[in-house]
Antibody
Framework: QVQLQESGPGLVKPSETLSLTCTVS????????WSWIRQPPGKGLEWIGY???????NYNPSLKSRVTISVDPSKNQFSLKLSSVTAADTAVYYC???????????????????WGKGTTVTVSS | SSELTQDPAVSVALGQTVRITCQGD??????ANWYQQKPGQAPVLVIY???NRPSGIPDRFSGSSSGNTASLTITGAQAEDEADYYC???????????FGGGTKLTVL
């Protein structure tokens, strides 16, 4: 079965760039959307952005100016870069697979069916 | 609209039925999905699409939708169902993902 594993530094200094990688095992990165989601301490889930296996991306408008998501199909990995971080970016960061099903009439529905365990990133000097 | 609204907290007596709701304009176009999150753990998908349960999810979990409101129903709530529940969908454009603020379910 497909598993996701986040990796990257657990501590990032303010104003620097947060970089995380998600490794996909047990399946192919093809034909899915791959998302990053974060959860600040004690708060809810916030979608950061996704990349389609072909390389097309979409980002949360509130983070768009600071976010870059890329994919490396040869390594079955996708990555997140978040620039100019502040303490407000301290959170558990999850990667997730988003599947889609066709319902007819040109419409699909989407759902995140596989999640990584999450990695805690703290922004502090 | 890119917002999904959930009640912050709901409680249910052990063995009773509870409904958790999610409201948003995007739900007129997209099904809501539901995720269960227990402390210190990653979210787990419990309902997706019209009313589908992933393998391993008990059949006491069900989903429904009407207009701009989606509901997660737990019929015969168990102690292990105590958790945070999040709804999500694509926004009305279909290009972005949105999450509700989450509902903390307490089983009394």
């Amino acid at each position: 079965q497909v598993q996701l594993q986040e990796s990257g530094p657990g501590l990032v200094k303010p104003s620097e760039t947060l970089s995380l990688t998600c490794t996909v095992s047990g399946g192919s990165i093809s034909s899915y959307y791959w998302s990053w989601i974060r959860q600040p301490p004690g708060k809810g889930l916030e979608w950061i952005g996704y990349i389609y296996y072909s390389g097309s991306t979409n980002y949360n408008p509130s983070l768009k100016s600071r976010v870059t998501i890329s994919v490396d199909p040869s390594k079955n990995q996708f990555s997140l870069k978040l620039s100019s971080v502040t303490a407000a970016d301290t959170a558990v960061y999850y990667c997730a697979r988003e599947s889609s099903n066709y319902v007819g009439g040109g419409y699909y529905y989407y759902y995140m069916d596989v999640w990584g365990k999450g990695t805690t990133v703290t922004v502090s000097s | 609209s890119s917002e999904l609204t959930q009640d912050p907290a709901v409680s249910v007596a052990l063995g009773q039925t509870v409904r958790i709701t999610c409201q948003g304009d995007s739900l007129r176009s997209y099904y809501a999905n539901w995720y269960q999150q227990k402390p210190g753990q990653a979210p787990v998908l419990v309902i997706y699409g019209k009313n589908n349960r992933p393998s391993g999810i008990p059949d006491r979990f069900s989903g429904s939708s009407s207009g701009n409101t989606a509901s997660l129903t737990i019929t015969g709530a168990q102690a292990e169902d105590e958790a945070d529940y999040y709804c999500n969908s694509r926004d009305s454009s279909g290009n972005h993902v949105v999450f509700g603020g989450g509902t903390k379910l307490t089983v009394l």
